[in-house]
């Protein structure tokens, strides 16, 4: 940056630090405000949480309010994750970041990683459907906070180059439940709550299946030619079985009888080692993936080759979701000492001037204008981001590249008949606030009309394979030729470089390769795997702060840039301190390595589970005032967490009895009058039927669609109280705006537009 380095100063908590993390890695000075013994993650871990989250931060202790108001003066941002907030100045953007919001009757509520995941509806999505939830490992519910609470932050940032600072509302549980993929829109869109999947994709035929050494992540592919590919691997090898029967090509039938189909591909590939299976099969443009500890992690060519990795103290950990800016790496970060920078309380910085309000309301992005090329999950999430935030999103669509949200059956969700493209509710969820233009980008007046439309764009988003750009002409020197200024943003799976660059890529073969799936399980030989797409999810927030970064940087500098992300590193990133710990890790189910009692017990009634995280002493005491059993908060055997881990199984016993006759709510509201983290395991119907903080907060949003009807979107989880986001507008029927768009922003005329639709180029 031109200038000097934006000062974030930060309160921490575990939904705030990953975001301060993000902030060290664009570049900021990010100053973690610290207690006279030390913030806690100094003690976990043998330090390695510590050196994870805040390696690349400088330290302050501050003993008192004045001190506290002296950095702030000179500061562009505050991080706050305490419980009751911070005094901040006019200038600077506040973002509070608490479990469950600022307002709403759940606001008071304490919330861990995992409780917040139960009343965000992530662990309804995760597990066997006849056994418990099972939370994502590394904190994800936390790491989808500290993502939001980075882009809320550059939202605000942005939005004070016209008018003063604000307070930013980041809530966590929000934040879970608008990162659901379908869980809970198939309650809103055909009145359906699937049980939890296992190992088998809800909706794709996609899986988790064993190795001769471990597990795969893949399956049939979303195309007929990856059927035929993966049919024809079968015949050659003498293992297709029945499936060459003519009734196998119809996809209907292949999903209907899927479990015989997954079989068939089980007993083929469980006698290969999962690295040798993987390439082959993607030697064949098929996506799979072997399945990967954190500690193979450092083995991986891919990651390897594009120095995904930072060193934090001369040890390797996982690097930063996207190298910037203009492609630079971070490679190496100290970690700071306690108070070792106290001298930046001494030396005063000028505050940020505050201008006057300009077009005051009017979102953060308002006037950004993106060229949305992307299709399915990870590349329209991240757009979506956008244009809730206010920038014109134009949605470029193709009769050639239909977008499969739209088309396919199994993934349009809808009341009525899966063949209308303009009432998929998966679509029109993820689309909202946003134009389509449909456009024949294999003709070449079609790719003129889409250089002209580059030309006029300040944002470009992509998610296709690495090649398809530079096979259309579009490669990022000509991008940057056609418009100097223009944010480039490619999301291929595996990035644009590397040996692996040309890998076929799905969410579910990218948690696999990532590391998060070996870890989704209650132990070494009991993997269960993230299977719906998470990895979609993060990719789209982390390719959103990308945007926003490489925005800022271009206000700075006057040059745009390309964001190569891979969706690997992207959920790599989100691997926390997986690496630094100095032990193999391996699956632990839902329990926690310092706290206990943490899991998931069953409650009255059919599929009801509590989630309670025990953190401390006291709280133990308490929860067993409340189960009725005071006698063991003084019981030896489990006085302590490390005794409770001892003799878990009398802690589970006691809880377990006393939650097995209470309705999940009312053992969760208990819990929590008494100062226990605690929260009823919630699928997609309880959260749009009867989670009060989500209504109270207005988090489901009634917007009528012209084809669709009026249905519920799921909401905006960033709440920015001077340039608010919104569901504006509901998804656009297929090519409505193309005349509107081409006349706006190529300045085309009707005759002109006129010939194109003549010619087939418009459809």
Same mark, same amino acid.
């Given at each position: 940056?031109?200038?000097?380095? $934006?000062?974030?100063?930060?309160?921490?908590?575990?939904?705030?630090?990953?975001?301060?993390?993000?902030?060290?890695?664009?570049?900021?000075?990010?100053? !973690?405000?610290?207690?006279?013994?030390?913030?806690?993650?100094?003690?976990?871990?043998?330090?390695?949480?510590?050196?994870?989250? =805040?390696?690349?931060?400088?330290?302050?202790?501050?003993?008192?309010?004045?001190?506290?108001?002296?950095?702030?003066?000179?500061?562009?941002?505050?991080?706050?994750?305490?419980?009751?907030?911070?005094?901040?100045?006019?200038?600077?953007?506040?973002?509070?970041?608490?479990?469950?919001?600022?307002?709403?009757?759940?606001? =008071?509520?304490?919330?861990?990683?995992?409780?917040?995941?139960?009343?965000?509806?992530?662990?309804?999505?995760?597990?066997?459907?006849?056994?418990?939830?099972?939370?994502?490992?590394?904190?994800?519910?936390?790491?989808?906070?500290?993502?939001?609470?980075?882009?809320?932050?550059?939202?605000?940032?942005?939005?004070?180059?016209?008018?003063?600072?604000?307070?930013?509302?980041?809530?966590?549980?929000?934040? /879970?439940?608008?990162?659901?993929?379908?869980?809970?829109?198939?309650?809103?869109?055909?009145?359906?709550?699937?049980?939890?999947?296992?190992?088998?994709?809800? !909706?794709?035929?996609?899986?988790?299946?064993?190795?001769?050494?471990?597990?795969?992540?893949?399956?049939?592919?979303?195309?007929?030619?990856?059927?035929?590919?993966?049919?024809?691997?079968?015949?050659?090898?003498?293992?297709?079985?029945?499936?060459?029967?003519?009734?196998?090509?119809?996809?209907?039938?292949?999903?209907?009888?899927?479990?015989?189909?997954?079989?068939?591909?089980?007993?083929?590939?469980?006698?290969?080692?999962?690295?040798?299976?993987?390439?082959?099969?993607?030697?064949?443009?098929?996506?799979?993936?072997?399945?990967?500890?954190?500690?193979?992690?450092?083995? +991986?060519?891919?990651?390897?080759?594009?120095?995904?990795?930072?060193?934090?103290?001369?040890?390797?950990?996982?690097?930063?979701?996207? /190298?910037?800016?203009?492609?630079?790496?971070?490679?190496?970060?100290?970690?700071?000492?306690?108070?070792?920078?106290?001298?930046?309380?001494?030396?005063?910085?000028?505050?940020?001037?505050?201008?006057?309000?300009?077009?005051?309301?009017?979102?953060?992005?308002?006037?950004?204008?993106?060229?949305?090329?992307?299709?399915?999950?990870?590349?329209?999430?991240?757009?979506?981001?956008?244009?809730?935030?206010?920038?014109?999103?134009?949605?470029?669509?193709?009769?050639?590249?239909?977008?499969?949200?739209?088309?396919?059956?199994?993934?349009?969700?809808?009341?009525?008949?899966?063949?209308?493209? +303009?009432?998929?509710?998966?679509?029109?969820?993820?689309?909202?606030?946003?134009?389509?233009?449909?456009?024949?980008?294999?003709?070449?007046?079609?790719?003129?009309?889409?250089?002209?439309?580059?030309?006029?764009?300040?944002?470009?988003?992509? +998610?296709?394979?690495?090649?398809?750009?530079?096979?259309?002409?579009?490669?990022?020197?000509?991008?940057?030729?056609? +418009?100097?200024?223009?944010?480039?943003?490619?999301?291929?799976?595996?990035?644009?470089?590397?040996?692996?660059?040309?890998?076929?890529?799905?969410?579910?073969?990218?948690?696999?390769?990532?590391?998060?799936?070996?870890?989704?399980?209650?132990?070494?030989?009991?993997?269960?795997?993230?299977?719906?797409?998470?990895?979609?999810?993060?990719?789209?927030?982390?390719?959103?702060?990308?945007?926003?970064?490489?925005?800022?940087?271009?206000?700075?500098?006057?040059?745009?840039?390309?964001?190569?992300?891979?969706?690997?590193?992207?959920?790599?990133?989100?691997?926390?301190?997986?690496?630094?710990?100095?032990?193999?890790?391996?699956?632990?189910?839902?329990?926690?390595?310092?706290?206990?009692?943490?899991?998931?017990?069953?409650?009255?009634?059919?599929? @009801?589970?509590?989630?309670?995280?025990? @953190?401390?002493?006291?709280?133990?005491?308490?929860?067993?005032?409340?189960?009725?059993?005071?006698?063991?908060?003084?019981?030896? &055997?489990?006085?302590?967490?490390?005794?409770?881990?001892?003799?878990?199984?009398?802690?589970?016993?006691?809880?377990?009895?006393? /939650?097995?006759?209470?309705?999940?709510?009312?053992?969760?509201?208990?819990?929590?009058?008494?100062?226990?983290?605690?929260?009823?395991?919630?699928?997609?119907?309880?959260?749009?039927?009867?989670?009060?903080?989500?209504?109270?907060?207005?988090?489901?949003?009634?917007?009528?669609?012209?084809?669709?009807?009026?249905?519920?979107?799921?909401?905006?989880?960033?709440?920015?109280?001077?340039?608010?986001?919104?569901?504006?507008?509901?998804?656009?029927?297929?090519?409505?705006?193309?005349?509107?768009?081409?006349?706006?922003?190529?300045?085309?005329?009707?005759?002109?537009?006129?010939?194109?639709?003549?010619?087939?180029? $418009? &459809?």
């Amino acid at each position: 940056m031109s200038g000097p380095a $934006l000062r974030v100063v930060e309160l921490s908590s575990p939904f705030v630090r990953f975001a301060g993390r993000l902030l060290v890695g664009l570049g900021h000075e990010v100053v !973690l405000v610290e207690p006279p013994d030390g913030d806690p993650t100094r003690r976990e871990q043998a330090g390695a949480a510590f050196a994870h989250w =805040h390696a690349g931060k400088r330290s302050v202790v501050v003993g008192s309010p004045q001190e506290l108001g002296r950095l702030l003066e000179g500061a562009d941002v505050l991080l706050d994750g305490t419980p009751d907030g911070a005094e901040a100045p006019d200038h600077l953007v506040h973002v509070r970041v608490t479990p469950f919001g600022l307002v709403g009757p759940r606001s =008071h509520w304490q919330g861990t990683d995992l409780v917040v995941a139960a009343l965000g509806g992530m662990l309804a999505q995760v597990g066997d459907p006849d056994g418990p939830p099972l939370r994502l490992p590394e904190n994800q519910a936390e790491q989808l906070a500290g993502v939001n609470a980075a882009i809320a932050a550059l939202l605000g940032l942005r939005a004070r180059r016209r008018g003063p600072g604000q307070l930013i509302d980041v809530s966590a549980q929000a934040c /879970a439940a608008a990162a659901l993929e379908a869980g809970a829109l198939t309650y809103l869109h055909e009145d359906r709550v699937p049980p939890r999947p296992g190992a088998v994709h809800p !909706l794709v035929p996609h899986g988790l299946f064993r190795a001769a050494d471990g597990y795969l992540g893949g399956g049939l592919g979303g195309s007929p030619r990856m059927w035929d590919a993966l049919l024809e691997w079968l015949r050659e090898e003498g293992a297709e079985a029945d499936l060459g029967e003519p009734r196998w090509q119809d996809p209907v039938e292949r999903k209907t009888h899927q479990e015989h189909v997954f079989k068939v591909v089980q007993d083929f590939a469980g006698a290969w080692p999962k690295a040798e299976f993987a390439e082959a099969a993607q030697a064949r443009k098929l996506p799979w993936a072997a399945v990967d500890l954190p500690q193979e992690l450092p083995d +991986n060519p891919q990651l390897t080759a594009r120095g995904f990795f930072t060193r934090v103290d001369g040890r390797t950990d996982v690097g930063f979701p996207f /190298a910037f800016p203009e492609g630079r790496r971070t490679q190496d970060l100290d970690v700071p000492g306690l108070d070792a920078d106290r001298a930046l309380l001494d030396t005063p910085r000028p505050a940020p001037r505050v201008v006057a309000a300009q077009n005051p309301g009017r979102p953060a992005l308002d006037g950004v204008r993106v060229l949305d090329l992307t299709w399915v999950l990870a590349g329209p999430y991240c757009t979506k981001i956008l244009a809730d935030h206010g920038a014109d999103v134009i949605k470029v669509e193709s009769a050639g590249r239909p977008d499969p949200t739209r088309f396919a059956p199994f993934m349009h969700l809808s009341r009525g008949p899966h063949t209308d493209p +303009n009432t998929s509710g998966y679509f029109n969820d993820v689309n909202r606030n946003k134009r389509s233009i449909t456009l024949d980008t294999r003709a070449a007046d079609g790719l003129a009309v889409l250089r002209d439309l580059i030309a006029s764009c300040d944002v470009l988003v992509e +998610n296709f394979s690495s090649t398809v750009m530079t096979r259309m002409g579009l490669g990022h020197e000509e991008l940057a030729r056609i +418009n100097p200024g223009i944010v480039y943003v490619s999301m291929s799976g595996m990035g644009h470089t590397g040996p692996r660059n040309g890998w076929v890529s799905y969410a579910d073969t990218v948690s696999a390769a990532s590391g998060l799936t070996g870890l989704t399980g209650w132990g070494p030989q009991d993997v269960v795997g993230v299977i719906y797409g998470h990895g979609d999810i993060v990719a789209g927030l982390q390719a959103a702060l990308a945007t926003l970064a490489a925005l800022e940087h271009r206000e700075e500098t006057g040059r745009g840039q390309h964001i190569d992300l891979s969706q690997l590193e992207a959920i790599a990133a989100h691997m926390g301190t997986s690496l630094l710990t100095g032990t193999p890790a391996a699956p632990t189910g839902n329990t926690h390595p310092e706290w206990s009692p943490q899991g998931v017990y069953r409650c009255l009634g059919a599929d @009801r589970w509590l989630a309670v995280s025990v @953190r401390s002493d006291p709280e133990w005491a308490a929860l067993c005032e409340v189960v009725g059993r005071p006698d063991l908060a003084a019981d030896e &055997r489990t006085r302590t967490a490390r005794a409770r881990r001892r003799d878990s199984a009398l802690v589970d016993e006691a809880l377990g009895a006393w /939650a097995r006759a209470m309705p999940a709510d009312l053992a969760a509201e208990l819990l929590q009058q008494a100062g226990v983290p605690a929260g009823a395991v919630q699928d997609g119907r309880e959260l749009v039927e009867h989670d009060p903080q989500l209504r109270a907060r207005g988090f489901y949003v009634r917007r009528e669609h012209p084809a669709a009807g009026a249905f519920l979107h799921e909401g905006v989880p960033i709440r920015l109280t001077r340039t608010p986001g919104a569901v504006r507008e509901p998804a656009p029927l297929l090519g409505a705006d193309t005349d509107a768009v081409l006349r706006e922003v190529a300045g085309y005329s009707p005759e002109r537009i006129g010939q194109l639709r003549d010619t087939g180029v $418009l &459809r």
